[in-house]
């Protein structure tokens, strides 16, 4: 099955900094890489999603890129907010899969007023 | 729009409780909602796929006289947590799309269930 691999764990910025994250994926057929958003005590958010058709998306401060080659992707968070702290989940799916999501193992972001 | 429903928010129950947890698409219909289970500090892990009017796919080692799931309509799935003991005490999550092809995903905000 589908194994997907986050870094950094953590992640420590100064706000106003950049935040990236990166994920890496085995199989060739996933086609859709949603990225969400959890806080404290939360259900998961999602804040963009991309599919692979396309290499990159933006949507204001937030950008994912994808390279199917190397079969890995990364989220950008550009002038860093307080209130971007949170875990962040990339996840990967394929269609023959039933579209099921498997995740990332996360990265808790700090951002630093 | 998407908006998911989880109830309750959080329970504590005494070790051999059956506990049941609803998971409502409130504004659209599902025919697929899944279900998750995440541990402190770590990722979501799929327990199962929710099928409205039919029996549910579990994941691979998750036992499905365990957690009973039940989708009766497209707004509603329910997972029964049977016979609840303390290391079934977890934050399960349930998930549904807008879409057939269950693509994007939107979660309600979980259930902490505490078993003492």
């Known amino acids: 099955g589908e194994n997907v691999e986050q870094h950094p764990s953590t992640l420590s910025v100064q706000e106003g900094d950049s935040a990236v994250i990166k994920c890496t994926y085995s199989?060739?057929?996933?086609?859709?890489f949603p990225w969400y958003k959890q806080e404290l005590g939360k259900g998961p958010q999602l804040i963009i999603d991309?599919?692979?058709?396309?290499g990159e998306k933006k949507d204001q401060r937030i950008a994912v890129t994808l390279n199917k080659t190397a079969k890995h992707f990364s989220l950008h968070i550009t002038e860093t907010q307080p209130e971007d702290s949170a875990v962040y989940f990339c996840?990967?799916?394929?269609?023959?899969?039933?579209?099921?999501?498997?995740f990332g193992g996360g990265t808790r972001v700090l951002v630093k007023p | 729009g998407a908006v998911v429903s989880q109830h309750p928010s959080r329970v504590i129950c005494k070790s051999g409780t059956s506990v049941k947890i609803e998971c409502r698409s409130l504004d659209f219909q599902a025919t697929t909602m899944f279900w998750y289970r995440q541990f402190p500090k770590q990722s979501l892990m799929l327990m199962a796929t929710?099928?409205?009017?039919?029996?549910?796919?579990?994941e691979q080692g998750v036992e499905k006289d365990k957690f009973l799931i039940n989708h009766a309509s497209l707004t509603l799935s329910t997972l029964t947590v049977t016979s609840a003991h303390p290391e079934d005490s977890s934050f399960y999550i349930c998930?549904?799309?807008?879409?057939?092809?269950?693509?994007?995903?939107?979660f309600g905000d979980g259930t902490r269930l505490s078993i003492l």
């Open positions: 929710s099928n409205e009017g039919s029996k549910a796919t579990y």
């Open positions: 996840a990967a799916s394929f269609k023959a899969a039933g579209n099921k999501l498997t």
């Open positions: 998930s549904a799309s807008t879409r057939r092809g269950n693509q994007p995903q939107h």
């Open positions: 991309i599919r692979s058709n396309v």
């Open positions: 199989d060739s057929a996933s086609n859709y």
